[in-house]
């Protein structure tokens, strides 16, 4: 696909979730053990659960799961009981879910302030979840062939409704290879400057409360997502295009 067009359709999707997946929501209680959530990128319930994920400032393991694939799917199955998607585990408590709205209501009782969606609310963040993924079609979906598995675990900084990040998580959905997600949701109004020349400028002084933007301020160098930390080879890097070709060189 034209790079053009792929960054106009993955803009035009997170204008399609309706502003979720962009700023954490008030103050969260983090768990002690990382989260563990069996995904598909580009189904609209794993998008849904993501969302919640950057609204509550959690962290969590991802586990790809696309159509075809062999690496995670059975182990769904084996834990849960049923190949089906998204799948949480919670190792501080035990508990193992399916279904979108359980997960967002776990994850608000446990980790936030406990508020339920009503039925309205739950209607509308679905169907504006299916336009969004039928926009990124068919990318994020299927499996591309499980690449080499990286011996520690990669952490991508992203936050949800970031189109460029979007293009990341993509690629490790489709090869398959589970990372760590470090959600980057906007705490404060200079957060919203996108990009790091224009926030040095306006604001100079610029200090990110959000605890992953305070990290890649101080050891990264500057704030901007996607932003890919590989572990295993001391690598770090900024710009989608540059992590997919960093990706496909060294796993695929």
Known sequence: MNRGLDIGLSLVASLAAGGRGV???????QPAQLLALYDIENCPYCRIVREALTALDLDAEIYP???GGTRHRQLVQKRGGKSQFPFLVDPNTK??????????NYLSA??????????LRRALTTASAHGASALRLPQGARSAGAAA???QMLELYSFEASPFARFVREYLCEREI???LRNCGRRQGLDWLPIPPLRARL?????????????????????QVPCLVDPNTGVTLFESADIVAYLDHRYA
Not at 95 to 104: F, G, N, R
Not at 203 to 223: C, D, I, M, T
Request: proline share 11%.
């Open 149 to 151: 598995l990286p011996t």
């Open 95 to 104: 508990t193992q879910l399916y279904e979108s709205a359980d997960i967002v």
């Open 178 to 180: 589970p990372y760590i």
């Open 203 to 223: 604001a100079p002084g610029y200090a990110p409360v959000q605890r992953n933007r305070q990290f890649l301020s101080e050891v990264a160098g500057k704030v």
């Open 110 to 119: 446990t980790y936030g302030d406990g508020r339920r969606r009503g039925p």
């Open 23 to 29: 700023k954490v929501t008030g103050d969260r209680k």
């Open 65 to 67: 799961c696309p159509k």
